[in-house]
């Protein structure tokens, strides 16, 4: 049975950084995609980061390319994401999300299969 565990948020204050972490468990972490997606109150969920554990491959959303970086431990099953540079527009409920690696797969909410339960981030002075 797939597991997605994220931790690590918190209160920071903008221009901080922060590393969330998504241990994983129940699947073969080499052979699927992870992506970090969050969701602001109110609304949607947005902000893809996604690494393809099969060729390490990454891709970003814009809104969050060049200050957050995903990245992967194949032997701790944990996948990570490090957020610099924060935003109060940063803030959100982060989300740990997983499918099967496979040619077509799209670093976009719908293209995920398993869910964490979310870690929540606040950026605010």
């Known amino acids: 049975q797939v597991h997605l565990v994220e931790s690590g948020g918190g209160l920071v204050q903008p221009g901080s950084s922060l590393r969330l972490s998504c241990a994983t468990s129940g699947f073969t972490l080499a052979t699927y995609a992870i992506g970090w997606f969050r969701q602001a109150p109110g609304k949607e969920r947005e902000g893809g980061s996604c690494?393809?554990?099969?060729?390490?491959?990454?891709y970003y959303a814009d809104s969050v390319k060049g200050r957050f970086t995903i990245s992967r431990d194949n032997a701790k099953n944990t996948v990570y994401l490090q957020m610099n540079s924060l935003k109060p527009e940063d803030t959100a409920v982060y989300y740990c999300?997983?499918?099967?690696?496979?040619?077509?797969?799209?670093?976009?909410?719908?293209?995920?299969?398993?869910w964490g339960k979310g870690t929540l981030v606040t950026v605010s002075s």
């Open positions: 690494i393809d554990n099969s060729d390490g491959s990454t």
């Open positions: 999300a997983a499918v099967e690696s496979a040619p077509d797969y799209v670093c976009k909410d719908y293209g995920m299969d398993y």
